[in-house]
């Protein structure tokens, strides 16, 4: 509910927000140019208005501008004229003429250049706008890093996610500063926020209405430095009642000219300081460095309203479509999901629908948004993916600490269906948590939690009529897979390690696929066919022919690479893997990206320990590749044999001449003597328990068996030394993608 709240105002008021953003940035500039051509000089009011008396003569009013630039108003044959001075001599250095441009601008900011108050009004709603999103922004930024004390913490997820929010943490307080301000004057224009200030202090006063004196040697002047004035109105000598008007930063007040003395002074009221201090911080005048701050972030209003509005058009297009989703006031049945692509969205949506036509009014939901469980809600059904070995999936992150915040639901029976891959050792962990979790907030389980394993549709059936039979109804189930968009790349190339068809491994590389044809036709194709965005370690997902579920492939390239490369090893019996083993160059394959942002080398100088076996070296290779800066990275690598299981054997080797690589040490199980990658990783302990202690990251890819071999292995190596695998995984160094 928060991001619709947060995306809606920014969708519908985007171009009244660039428009007075881009306004605001521009008029920032000029306090600051105007600060550059003004000389600092200390001296009293007295003195100023002596020198420029003495060299302008009729001089009417002096002003001090915010940006300290003396400014003479006076008469010139009944002509009024104004000239910037010299404060030091009281010289005319130039004609004084407002900023036609400055003026333009400052119309557009504040009133659309429209007259009346309905442009004003515009300009006011616009700021208001402005400080809605900037806070629900700020408090959504909140909710993804996990709470307010993580906002300084590492930004994750797609690129384009990161950029909004890297950007948006650093400039949301500084347009919530120029929001804020805007509202206030706003209010303040309108008269619905007071001004201050009372009656002027020259009303019940008279002068002595004797000869003038010096105007350099009055005291009342002399008590008032210059950088404290706004403006002086010397008195009219041709009337001897009339008096010296001043007006400082502090208040206002009137001398009279026969004595030099102070006749009334009236300091600013608490709605007067106010009021000039929310003008200064939202113009910058006053504080040119603060406006040229504020104006810098304005700039930012334009890429985070673009940024914003292609991540709201992307999760439109991703979004799963609910048919006749009832709103969740009126529903009797919740439906929450957990998806880390959107797969178990299909599973799903044909639940809503058969649980509709059953005659349940049911609301389905992302399990990020669950909503206050309301009396008339008397099931909950969740269906969740686990993401990994047991993480929670993206649409699930924050599940659990909601809950766990909202109120108990004892009335309410709930049912969980976990989807996950059973080479797992925590097979559905996440799915289990959550089951645990509802029971520890009072709800009541109607049975165990149910599995499924690789979005096995018979299974799903299964599980549907057990929660019929549980619920006493009859679900007349229609699935159809919820695919995602894909990508055609054609295979470039191919490496082949082995011997044995039936068991080869290969590394594919594709490119987005070309079309025959010639002409336009052609060129628009291969301009529009670029590789999506991906970082290596993301994972390809591969719809094999006639398959209703992807296949999942780490990825050795990144998008920058320019090809799509993954290491496939030919599993007599798999679905995809003997296809994509079997693939001539100039095939084709429908794929798309899911981002694995969990498996990254941390930011850092700290080493790396690389841990992979066969197909596992794909991403491993990846970082490798990419470390540019030379960071220390030590690679362990296993194979069956050095003659055809030794994937990228001369690459690494050149790896290691060009210092991208420090160590490379490797383990074949099918040869003399028999030694795996974990007894390596024991033979230097002593020395990967140095590398851990002084911040080293541990990254594992490869089988479950193998990885479970390699944490045991870790466990022994760390023993003693403050640190287990569990605590570095919560730590984030210790990670793992196994298959």
């Known amino acids: 509910m928060l991001r619709t709240l947060h995306a809606v105002p920014g969708l519908i008021a985007t171009l009244l927000l660039l428009v007075v953003a881009l306004a605001g940035a521009a008029l920032s500039v000029f306090p600051a140019a105007e600060r550059m051509e003004t000389a600092a000089e200390a001296l009293d009011v007295a003195t100023l208005v002596g020198h420029v008396t003495a060299r302008v003569p009729g001089v009417e009013t002096i002003v001090r501008r915010p940006s300290g630039m003396i400014v003479a108003y006076y008469l010139v044959n009944e002509e009024q004229r104004a000239s910037i001075i010299d404060p030091a001599t009281g010289e005319v250095l130039a004609p004084y003429q407002p900023s036609a441009t400055q003026r333009w601008l400052r119309n557009l900011h504040r009133k659309l250049l429209l007259s009346g108050d309905g442009g004003r009004i515009t300009v006011g709603v616009a700021a208001a706008l402005l400080l809605f999103i900037a806070l629900s922004g700020l408090t959504l930024l909140a909710h993804r890093m996990g709470g307010w004390l ?87 000598k041709s009337d001897p009642s009339d008096m010296i008007e001043v007006e400082a930063n502090d208040g206002t007040g009137v001398v009279d000219p026969s004595t030099g003395t ?168 996440y799915a289990r ?92 194709h291969v301009f529009l066919s670029r590789l999506p965005r991906f970082e290596t370690g993301d994972l390809l997902g591969v719809l094999p022919p006639g398959g209703a579920a992807p296949r999942y492939y780490s990825l050795a390239s990144a998008a920058s690479d320019g090809v799509v490369e993954i290491c496939v090893r ?83 080797k050149q790896l290691v001449a060009a210092g991208r690589l420090c160590t490379l040490s490797t383990a074949f199980s099918r040869m003399s003597p028999r030694v795996y990658v974990q007894d390596r990783l024991v033979a230097d302990g002593q020395r990967l328990r140095e590398l851990v202690a002084h911040g080293a990251q541990v990254m594992v890819c490869g089988g479950r068996a193998m990885a479970d071999s390699v944490a045991q292995a870790w466990e022994g190596i760390l023993a003693g030394s403050g640190f287990s695998v569990t605590q570095l995984k919560m730590q984030g160094r210790y990670v793992e993608d196994v298959y």
């Open 150 to 236: 993580r906002l300084i913490g590492p930004v994750r997820g797609p690129s384009l996610q990161r950029l909004h929010n890297e950007i948006a943490r650093t400039v949301l307080p500084f347009l919530v500063l120029s929001a804020a301000t805007g509202i206030a004057m706003s209010l303040a224009t309108f008269g619905l926020l007071p001004e201050g200030g009372g009656a002027q202090p020259y009303f019940d006063v008279q002068s002595a209405g004797s000869a003038p004196m010096a105007l350099e040697r009055m005291a009342a002047l002399r008590s008032i430095d210059v950088s404290r004035l706004r403006q002086v109105k010397l008195a009219n």
């Open 262 to 429: 102070w006749l009334a002074w009236q300091p600013f009221d608490g709605w007067q300081r106010l009021h000039d201090t929310v003008k200064m911080l939202h113009t910058g005048e006053g504080l040119w460095w603060l406006g040229l701050l504020l104006g810098a972030t304005s700039l930012t209003v334009p890429l985070l309203a673009a940024s914003g509005f292609m991540i709201w058009l992307r999760r439109r297009r991703t979004q799963p479509r609910v048919a006749d989703n009832v709103p969740v006031r009126d529903a009797d049945t919740l439906l929450l999901v957990g998806s880390e692509s959107n797969m178990t969205w299909g599973f799903a949506v044909a639940l809503h629908a058969a649980l509709a036509r059953a005659g349940l009014r049911t609301h389905a939901a992302a399990m990020n948004d669950l909503p206050a469980l309301h009396p008339g809600i008397r099931r909950l059904l969740v269906l969740t993916a686990t993401y990994g070995d047991g993480s929670a999936p993206e649409s699930a992150g924050r599940f659990l600490s909601r809950l766990a915040r909202s109120a108990p639901a004892p009335g309410v029976a709930f049912a969980v269906l976990g989807f996950g891959d059973r080479q797992f050792s925590h097979f559905c962990g």
């Open 433 to 524: 948590k959550v089951h645990e979790a509802l029971i520890a907030q009072g709800l009541k389980a109607l049975g165990e939690t149910g599995t499924v394993d690789r979005q096995s549709e018979p299974e799903f059936r299964q599980w549907a009529e057990w929660l019929a039979g549980t619920l006493h109804l009859a679900l007349d189930i229609r699935y159809k897979p919820m695919l995602p968009a894909t990508t055609e790349l054609e295979l470039v190339s191919r490496t082949d390690y082995g011997q044995d068809q039936q068991t080869r491994t290969a590394v594919l590389r594709f490119v987005p696929a070309t079309r025959a044809g010639q002409g336009l036709g052609r060129m628009m």
């Open 570 to 652: 030919r599993q007599p019996e798999g679905v995809c893997s003997p296809w994509l083993a079997d693939l001539a160059p100039g095939a084709t394959i429908k794929a798309f990206i899911r981002p694995h942002k969990n498996f990254r080398p941390i930011a850092g100088a700290a080493a790396v320990i690389l841990v992979g076996a066969g197909t596992g070296i794909g991403p491993l290779i990846g970082f490798i590749r990419h470390n540019a800066a030379a960071r220390p990275m030590h690679l362990y690598f296993g194979a069956r044999n050095a003659e055809d299981g030794f994937l990228y054997g001369d690459e690494l």
